[in-house]
């Protein structure tokens, strides 16, 4: 076997403590309601090894992932019957392995209820499309019997446009309204990260906050109440002095007009730094300023570190991760910048 590997030039910083005050402050807000959390996609790539064990210490009871390959990971932290598979039991094997994990399918069709069933059944949650037309039952389907046999613990719907002002929501909150006369649940949960940010009207028993548990901020009144989460570094490789009117990188797309100081770091585009940071941002290392030079390439990008005199190789430095800020920056939205990170970061608190 060979040696283990040194650590990688990649690190997350999840600051677990704002983490926790982000969850705080979403419950609080979500009034009578708990406050679940959506931790699909690795906890929304910050690592749910990391996020979920600091959820569950704040006071989360209730969580959410979406791949039945998910399922594991969360599981060693909280019970069974805390975690719910949004994607539904579609084959055959995926009911028997809800059923044997002790986990609640969502039930997203009528296939899908009648799935589960044969299955043996047990404790699920329903999702209902109130205008998303994404997953859910539709509306003109909640009166089939086939629903009543089902065991319902949680009556989700899902809103599609609650980080803008648009008459949507209040149409998806009627229909949801509407649905939880006809269909009995144990709970039901409607409100999203910025559906808790619309009032109390829309929390209901259960919310499910996901992106502003990681310092996304998808409506204005949650703006400055969250708290940055994901803290990316990279390591310096190399410190090289160019001349005036070198150029840098893949088609010199930079050319110097003076001497220069750069630093090569470990990081690009197969991290998740894609090229539409170019000539936007700036890296920090303290509180020196450390502009991007060129293309960024696959696996690294070049700084200009001129206001960092004492940068060594092997020095750490920031990558900017104020999620409102970066996504204003590159066009990406906060949940991409956050989903992309890639594998190469060591996750960690």
Known sequence: ????????????????????????????LSGSAAAGAAVKANAYGLGADVVVPALVKAGARDFFVAHWNEVATVLRHVAPDRLSVLHGPVRAEEAAFARAAGVRPVINSL??????????????????????????????????????????????????????????????????????????????????????ALGSDYAFDLTR???????????????????????????????????????????????????????????????????CWNGKAALRHGSAELPLLGNISMDLSVLDCGAAPDLREGDWVDIPYDLPVSSALTGLTQYELLTILGTRFCRAA
Do not use: K
């Open 1 to 28: 076997m060979p040696p283990e590997p040194p650590p990688p030039a990649l690190r997350l910083t999840v600051d677990t403590e704002a983490l926790a005050e982000n969850w705080r402050l979403l419950d609080q």
């Open 209 to 275: 906050p996901g992106l502003a548990l990681y310092g996304g901020v998808p409506r204005r009144e949650l703006a400055g109440r969250i708290r940055q989460v994901a803290r990316p570094q990279a390591l310096v490789l190399q410190l090289r002095e160019i001349a005036a009117g070198q150029s840098v990188g893949y088609n010199a797309r930079f050319t110097s007009t003076s001497p220069m100081r750069l630093a090569t770091v470990a990081l690009g585009y197969a991290d998740g730094f894609l090229r």
């Open 111 to 196: 296939q899908q209820a009648q799935l589960w069933i044969e299955a043996g059944g047990g404790p699920c949650d329903l999702m209902v499309d109130t205008g998303m037309n994404r997953l859910g039952i539709s509306m003109h389907e909640i009166g089939d019997p086939l629903l009543g046999r089902l065991e319902t613990h949680t009556l989700l719907s899902h809103l599609a446009s609650a980080d803008e002002d648009v008459p949507q929501s209040e149409l998806q909150l009627e229909r949801f309204r509407e649905v939880t006369r006809m269909l009995p649940a144990r709970r039901r949960s409607l409100a999203n990260s910025a559906g808790i």
